[in-house]
């Protein structure tokens, strides 16, 4: 679908609104839904034995507006980096998927092995599925954007994909978002959010021991997962620059820890924000259950937008031009592709909400999008 059309589904989709008057800001409480101490052991407390604790949502990110106040959440700007250019041998590679089945979510395609030596770019590291969107000639994929390795020795990137499986896929999905686990019934990894894109883990960036639930830090990088239109369309789906803006449409990753046991995935299990993986710019609480429980707004535009401009996720928080803050996220719906700027190792996938959010809050909060598209 190109760019014309896109934009005529959207207006059309507020041709029935009308405005009574001027809507004013709602003021933000800077500590809202923040949280620096842990709060529970996944082992003790998890999806299987204490399911009430992930249906309060007092226990997670309850603001996504978030203010930028040094002296109240400061730990939210304590690591930047700069993406350094690819190395000119380095091609995204053919990446074989694999059918998933009704639910098997940890049978994976052929490895695809990238070396990245010492002082090299890990930009460039990145696989394609071949399969290509019959109407506008887009192919899935995903890449990586990062600076140098240097951690001493060369290290060995793997990536391999897989079909989403049946129970990952739109039609499987919870339509209500205040049922038992707002939105989860424990028959599927999904709640109210189906995937769009096929599923690519990748291993091998680490720096450190895996923690103990599992996740295994990495430096900085920035993941972009390109999808075919007709796999969003499948999902009936808002239009997507209204998805995008409702913080709907997502670089998503498998949280494999919240069943309690982080080394098998399981039907308790969940596809969630990937930037709630992240070990830095983030609290430290641990609960990382809801798909949308992010701090900060989605970007509207390319990764390239992004690192050029200084812009950052989080309202009274700016960076310099060619730097990328852990933790920023957003997504272009022109050239379909969401991303999001990471630090773990995991599996990523394209995600969207088939959203029932207000018109009127869309409309409004386009108009902001574009006139940052324009700048």
Request: negative net charge.
């Amino acid at each position: 679908m190109n760019s014309t059309l896109k934009y005529s589904a959207l207006i059309s989709s507020f041709t029935s609104v009308t405005f009574a008057g001027f809507i004013s800001p709602i003021a933000i409480d800077t500590t809202i839904g923040i949280r620096t101490e842990t709060t529970f052991d996944y082992q003790v407390t998890n999806t299987i034995n204490d399911v009430n604790f992930f249906t309060d949502s007092s226990n997670f990110f309850e603001e996504d507006n978030i203010f930028f106040n040094e002296n109240t959440n400061s730990f939210l700007d304590t690591v930047r980096a700069v993406i350094t250019a690819k190395p000119t041998n380095r091609v995204k590679k053919d990446a074989p998927l694999v059918d998933a089945g009704i639910k098997n979510y940890d049978v994976f395609g052929a490895t695809r092995s990238f070396t990245v030596g010492r002082d090299t770019s890990f930009t460039g590291v990145g696989v394609k599925t071949g399969k290509v969107s019959q109407l506008d000639g887009i192919e899935e994929g995903f890449e990586v954007f990062g600076g140098d390795n240097d951690t001493g020795s060369a290290m060995n990137v793997t990536m391999q994909v897989r079909e989403k499986s049946t129970k990952e896929r739109w039609g499987m999905h919870n339509h209500l978002h205040d049922n038992d686990q707002g939105g989860h019934t424990s028959n599927s990894v999904i709640g109210h959010s189906p995937l769009v894109s096929s599923v690519m883990r990748v291993h091998g960036m680490g720096i450190q021991e895996a923690s103990s639930d599992g996740r295994v830090k990495t430096n900085p990088f920035a993941l972009v997962g390109t999808y075919r239109q007709e796999d969003f369309d499948a999902t009936y789906s808002l239009p997507e620059l209204q998805e995008l803006i409702n913080g709907c449409l997502f670089l998503g990753w498998l949280n494999t820890a919240l069943d309690g046991n982080h080394l098998d995935i399981t039907d308790d299990d969940r596809w969630v924000h990937a930037v709630q993986g992240n070990f830095d710019n983030m609290p430290d609480n641990p609960n990382r259950h809801d798909e949308h429980g992010v701090i900060g707004n989605a970007i509207i535009g390319t990764l390239d937008d992004y690192i050029a401009g200084t812009q950052t996720s989080i309202p009274g928080l700016s960076k310099l031009s060619g730097e990328m803050r852990v933790g920023d996220h957003g997504g272009d719906d022109i050239s379909n592709v969401v991303w999001a700027v990471v630090d773990h190792n995991s599996d990523f996938a394209v995600i969207p909400e088939p959203s029932t959010y207000a018109l009127i809050f869309g409309l409004v909060a386009l108009s902001t999008a574009i006139l940052r598209r324009r700048k």
